[in-house]
């Protein structure tokens, strides 16, 4: 009589761990949440030879993006929504090499950017202008060292102007605007890298570096 009480309070334990089971989180387990592996393959389209589009869900999200069946690795922009809610989450992947880089990260409640944890950047032509605006999440463990932008100007393909944009202060957004008069070009391209240093503890120091690449965008 005493094994099947043992046996009844196991199988309450484990009922009601299953019972308290949460969810992936959106913004504290990126890396989990965009495992294949975690969902089921609803359809896969054929874009090319290398790309096919994907979607998948499971009970709690629905995935869908491009997939390279040559490099075996996600590419370009892939968004997971969260079911019943308004929260989704957007990444551009970019391929190097063996490596896949999350290039922009984007939070999203309904329509509108949480700034506070996404990373992504905006470029938008005003008369002979070019604004150029990146955002990167704020982090209370690291301090602001540096930033800049590498900058490169294209007209008909061929790089007509480079220059590097530095940047003094941050609060995660940084913004330059760059003078196209003399130059006419029709693409912008570069990458953009913040530094960071780890606030000292225990007479340890540790750095970072954020990111994001503008890969040839069209200026319009």
Same mark, same amino acid.
Request: hydrophobic share 35%.
């Given at each position: 009589?005493?094994?099947?009480? !043992?046996?009844?309070?196991?199988?309450?334990?484990?009922?009601?761990? $299953?019972?308290?089971?949460?969810?992936?989180?959106?913004?504290?387990?990126?890396?989990?949440?965009?495992?294949?592996?975690?969902? =089921?393959?609803?359809?896969?389209?054929?874009?090319?030879?290398?790309?096919? %589009?994907? $979607?998948?869900?499971?009970?709690? %999200?629905?995935?869908?993006?491009?997939?390279?069946?040559?490099?075996?690795?996600?590419?370009?922009?892939?968004?997971?929504?969260? &079911?019943?809610?308004?929260?989704?989450?957007?990444?551009? !992947?970019?391929? %190097?090499?063996?490596?896949?880089?999350?290039?922009? @990260?984007?939070? !999203?409640?309904?329509?509108?950017?949480?700034?506070?944890?996404?990373?992504?950047?905006?470029? =938008?032509?005003?008369?002979?202008?070019?604004?150029?605006?990146?955002?990167?999440?704020?982090?209370?463990?690291?301090?602001?060292?540096?930033?800049?932008?590498?900058?490169?100007?294209?007209?008909? +393909?061929?790089?007509?102007?480079?220059?590097?944009?530095?940047?003094?202060?941050?609060?995660?957004? !940084?913004?330059?605007?760059?003078?196209?008069?003399?130059? &006419?070009?029709?693409?912008?391209?570069?990458?953009?890298?913040? @530094?960071?240093?780890?606030?000292?503890?225990?007479?340890?120091?540790?750095? +970072?570096?954020?990111?994001?690449?503008?890969?040839?965008?069209?200026?319009?």
């Amino acid at each position: 009589m005493m094994k099947y009480s !043992y046996l009844i309070l196991i199988l309450v334990v484990f009922s009601c761990k $299953k019972k308290v089971e949460k969810p992936i989180s959106l913004r504290n387990q990126i890396e989990e949440l965009m495992l294949l592996k975690n969902y =089921k393959i609803i359809s896969k389209k054929r874009i090319n030879d290398s790309i096919e %589009f994907y $979607k998948a869900e499971n009970k709690y %999200f629905t995935i869908n993006g491009d997939f390279n069946i040559k490099r075996n690795k996600k590419t370009s922009w892939w968004t997971v929504k969260q &079911k019943n809610k308004d929260k989704s989450l957007v990444i551009q !992947y970019c391929i %190097f090499g063996k490596d896949s880089f999350k290039n922009q @990260i984007i939070f !999203y409640d309904k329509t509108v950017i949480d700034t506070a944890s996404s990373k992504f950047y905006s470029v =938008k032509k005003d008369d002979n202008f070019l604004k150029v605006y990146f955002h990167s999440p704020v982090s209370n463990n690291y301090n602001f060292d540096n930033a800049f932008f590498g900058c490169r100007l294209i007209k008909q +393909g061929t790089v007509i102007r480079k220059d590097s944009i530095s940047f003094k202060d941050s609060n995660g957004s !940084y913004y330059t605007t760059i003078d196209l008069k003399e130059t &006419k070009a029709d693409e912008v391209g570069g990458f953009f890298s913040e @530094i960071t240093k780890g606030k000292p503890e225990k007479n340890k120091l540790s750095a +970072g570096i954020n990111t994001i690449y503008i890969f040839n965008e069209a200026i319009k």
